[in-house]
């Protein structure tokens, strides 16, 4: 609840009310509203404003708009010139990174076709500009819109000038995550709301510049990236740091500055990035677009729906425009170029080395790695240069230094003026995560499905397993691939999400929605595939971390080879990894403590688990390796020709698809016993289909009929009698029924269900078969057919009805309550429609 009163407090204090009067359809709004919250929280109504730095405060919606427009006019204002030489060297190493075929790629004219994609890969969930256009509308109308966008964009290549009606910008204000009552704007994060025609313009200039990630970003930047993930930083810096703690360097100023940029986006010199993007090559018509984009808008606050006086935007990268993140990584570049001079850390394996890291980075988080003294002097000249020529500024307060010996805290240097911390404490994160072990227990705590008063419960089954698999099952696989969950923890996860889903089966919640499932992730599945997917990195991986692999198996196999924990590097033979990776005999598997992590060991049984071993182990055909052959030990090599195209291939992302794909179409086992002309393949394949493009395309509510054809959704079910079967009554008609034969009688047979049935308006008479996968899939009979279902089960045990079969005499229900009872139901025309 308390995770609820920070969202939201106005949302908190109706839940909690349990005398208020809502429709379920506004129920279910705020209950979609909360749970997709990171996207879709109702703006919250601000009542004070504070800019600490200044001593203004503000608590009436003028006088916040007035001291936010002060506070970010002077943000956005143009920056004041740097040092002249911190700029001439910042820039200095700036060199061009595409060539003349590249330069005429990305300056070719934009084509409906390109723009069309744009806008189907658009984030559909963003807030409009100031039009107030959505994407929706875009898509709608786009034969008509799609060619005026293209001709507009064409316009902008050419001239450098962009529409007035882009110009504008409304800059709302959403407090930080860890910052949720700060009313300061210094926690506040300013973003973003262009006009979605120019997000559209700019998703495609976005997509261009990708195609050359690799040439204008260096391979350590991943943020915003494609093909670029957050967690091979999380793994790597783990790997690093396990190794760093393991085996401390002999020199005890050996640190990671860990620097925290402040207002990072907000900061940037358009001066300073303009120059960039032209050093870097980028020119012709798509540097005029980048340009106008930049530097031709201009932004009014917006608070509690009032908006403020206009003012420039003379520095800074839009937050919420899709090209402001590859713009804020080249802005970094520069930084980057001039860390390569540090010395930085080595990674090694038994004094081989692997690499030597100078940075990582992702957004705005940049960790530093400095070797000694002498790299506190080189960063801070690099930082402070950076400083200079980009008007960016690294918190002093927020940014630490930490070290790998556990006295490094007391250790006393006047170089860099961050907080000196142990890299080793429990309380030290990276990305999220915490450096020494995630606390699974806590996070757990966190996710909505834990607690029914967090809106989860009142979602949609479809909306429910969407969003399960989108902010629970993502979360759960970046925390796995650094700190794994015990198999019996994921296990009891699986179960804990299974227990959210009433009246819904495990195999029915995990099937494909086209198979009449719910397409949940199998968490269990799922993170095997990520987990093997890392040793897959073995054969296909260029950086670092895929040598190490393969470093770490060349001593494994020698380790065996020998039989002892304990080799020389004078002692290693030239193993083949592919005979670690596909050994049918499993003879490569023994002893993996004497190796690798924990962590390792998880990623080794994953792949164990799914890919197809064909190789036999074979001694090396050359004896103990030289010395210069042990420097290049590990690097890359072709893979194996006998290695099986089907792995080569293989999707292991996907594993969790593959274990949907063999589930069969479902069918209710208990009711096509009773009704056995139902239980044709063709059917059901129809029947689902059919559903699905209902359910999940147009988003129709059918959850009666859908859960009614798993077998479920019924009022009560046949019980399979111990010896003689027993006669029991139907709360709707009185009448005597055996116990074994309730369904057939409440489907078929039953005088008041037949009422129902014909008020409707179905034509055929009242049967399973008609209601089992039925031929007639149109809105109009299935919306029926839900109607029906429902009518049925929630009144046989509707209180009214219990408290009445309490006394005696029993009697059937009268025509007036029959009535009554169908229009007590809902069928929810005017939410589907």
Request: include cysteine; hydrophobic fraction near 35%.
């Amino acid at each position: 609840m308390g995770n609820i009163r920070k969202k939201d407090p106005d949302f908190a204090d109706k839940i909690l009310d349990t005398n208020n009067e809502k429709t379920d359809k506004e129920i279910t709004e705020e209950a979609t509203k909360l749970f997709f919250q990171t996207k879709r929280l109702t703006p919250k109504v601000l009542t004070e404003l504070s800019d600490v730095e200044r001593g203004t405060n503000a608590v009436t919606t003028l006088g916040m708009l007035n001291v936010a427009t002060e506070y970010y006019k002077d943000l956005y204002s143009l920056p004041a010139l740097g040092d002249s030489e911190s700029i001439y060297l910042i820039h200095k190493k700036v060199t061009c990174k595409l060539t003349e075929s590249d330069r005429d790629n990305l300056n070719e004219k934009f084509t409906v076709k390109e723009l069309h994609i744009a806008l189907s890969t658009a984030d559909k969930a963003t807030a409009p500009g100031p039009d107030g256009l959505q994407y929706e509308v875009l898509h709608q109308y786009w034969d008509s819109l799609g060619p005026i966008l293209t001709r507009t964009a064409n316009d902008m290549m050419k001239t450098g000038t962009l529409p007035k009606c882009f110009e504008p910008v409304e800059i709302t204000l959403i407090p930080k995550r860890d910052k949720q009552s700060s009313v300061d704007f210094k926690d506040l994060r300013p973003i973003s709301l262009s006009n979605t025609a120019l997000k559209v313009i700019s998703l495609a200039v976005c997509n261009r510049l990708q195609q050359y990630r690799d040439k204008l970003i260096g391979p350590y930047q991943r943020g915003f990236m494609r093909n670029r993930h957050i967690s091979q930083n999380t793994m790597e810096f783990n790997t690093m740091m396990q190794g760093l703690l393991k085996a401390p360097p002999d020199d005890p100023y050996c640190a990671v500055l860990m620097a925290d940029f402040t207002k990072a986006f907000d900061r940037i010199s358009h001066r300073y990035l303009i120059k960039v993007i032209a050093r870097m090559g980028i020119k012709g018509g798509i540097f005029k677009i980048l340009k106008s984009i930049l530097t031709q808008q201009y932004a009014r606050i917006q608070i509690n729906n009032c908006r403020g006086p206009r003012f420039p935007l003379l520095r800074g990268t839009r937050q919420g425009n899709p090209l402001s993140p590859i713009l804020f990584n080249i802005a970094l570049e520069p930084l980057f170029y001039q860390l390569e001079e540090l010395r930085g850390i080595d990674v090694t394996y038994n004094n081989i080395l692997i690499h030597t890291m100078k940075y990582h980075a992702f957004a705005d988080d940049a960790n530093i790695y400095l070797s000694d003294e002498e790299d506190y002097i080189t960063a801070f000249n690099a930082l402070y240069d950076y400083e200079q020529a980009s008007n960016s500024r690294v918190s002093i307060e927020k940014s630490k230094l930490l070290g790998v010996r556990k006295d490094f805290k007391k250790l006393e240097q006047d170089i860099l003026p961050f907080e000196q911390l142990f890299l080793g404490a429990s309380s030290m994160k990276y990305l999220g995560l915490n450096l020494v072990r995630d606390n699974w227990a806590k996070f757990t705590s966190y996710l909505p499905f834990m607690t029914h008063k967090q809106g989860f419960s009142k979602l949609d089954l479809i909306s429910k397993a969407q969003g399960t698999n989108t902010f629970i099952c993502s979360k759960t696989v970046y925390r796995d691939l650094v700190h794994p969950l015990a198999d019996n923890k994921l296990f009891a996860l699986d179960k804990a999400i299974q227990k959210t889903f009433r009246h819904v089966g495990e195999r029915n919640l995990y099937a494909r929605p086209k198979n009449g499932g719910y397409g949940l992730i199998h968490l269990g599945t799922q993170l095997l595939g990520h987990r093997a997917k890392v040793l897959k990195r073995v054969e296909d991986d260029e950086g670092w971390y895929g040598k190490y692999l393969r470093v770490k198996i060349v001593f494994h196999l020698n380790r065996l080879d020998i039989g002892k924990k304990k080799i020389r590097n004078s002692q290693l033979r030239d193993f083949d990894p592919y005979t670690f990776l596909y050994d049918k005999t499993n003879a490569s598997y023994k002893k993996l403590e004497w190796t690798f992590t924990k962590t390792e060991i998880q990623y080794i049984r994953a792949w164990l688990a799914l890919v197809p071993r064909h190789r036999t182990p074979r001694e090396p055909l050359f004896g103990e390796l030289r010395e210069d052959q042990l420097q290049s030990l590990g690097e890359r090599e072709p893979v194996p020709r006998d290695i099986p195209d089907a792995v080569r291939r293989m999707d292991f992302k996907g594993v969790h698809k593959s274990f949907q794909e063999k589930l069969p179409c479902i069918k209710p086992g208990n009711f096509l016993k009773i009704c056995p002309q139902a239980n044709e393949d063709k059917r059901w394949k129809k029947f689902w289909r059919d559903l699905y493009h209902l359910e999940w395309t147009r988003r129709i509510d059918l959850t009666a009929i859908h859960l009614f054809n798993h077998g479920s959704y019924v009022p009560t079910f046949d019980r399979k009698p111990q010896d003689e079967p027993v006669s029991v009554m139907c709360n709707l008609c009185c009448d005597s029924v055996r116990e074994d034969a309730i369904q057939i009688h409440l489907y078929q047979e039953c005088e008041c269900t037949k009422y129902w049935w014909h008020e409707l308006g179905f034509s055929v008479p009242m049967h399973l078969n008609s209601m089992l996968a039925p031929a007639d899939t149109t809105f109009k009979n299935l919306r029926r057919l839900n109607w029906f279902v429902k009518i049925v089960r929630y009144t046989y045990w509707s209180k009214e009805r219990v408290s009445e079969l309490q006394g005696e005499p029993h009697n059937p229900l009268s025509p007036q309550q029959l009535k009554r009872a169908m229009n007590s139901v809902s069928p929810k025309v005017d939410d589907i429609i």
